[in-house]
């Protein structure tokens, strides 16, 4: 699996870019070194449920869609001017 990020996966501490792919119950959430591995993804995002770790709920996390390079590209020239 390729992997391309589409989502920051936010916690108290930490942000991790994650990719997002569809699953049977929801969204899976891989990171690139689960895409990598090969390996099942620790974290999913359940509609209404909200996110899980290994099948238990969690909660203190947030999901942000990735920026894209012109939308940053276009915020450092607004700064720089």
């Known amino acids: 699996m390729t992997f391309t990020p589409t989502h ?11 990719q997002l792919v ?3 119950k929801g969204y899976w959430l891989y990171t690139e070194a689960e895409a990598q ?4 993804p620790a974290f999913e ?3 209404k449920l909200g996110f899980y770790c290994r099948g ?6 947030s999901l942000q869609p990735l920026k894209t390079r012109t939308t940053a590209h ?3 020239i607004q ?3």
């Open 8 to 18: 920051v996966l936010i916690s108290r501490t930490k942000e991790t870019p994650v």
């Open 56 to 61: 238990q709920q969690v909660v203190g996390f």
């Open 45 to 47: 995002v359940r509609p």
């Open 79 to 81: 700064v720089a001017k």
């Open 37 to 40: 591995k090969g390996a099942t």
């Open 74 to 76: 276009a915020e450092a």
């Open 22 to 24: 569809a699953g049977p």
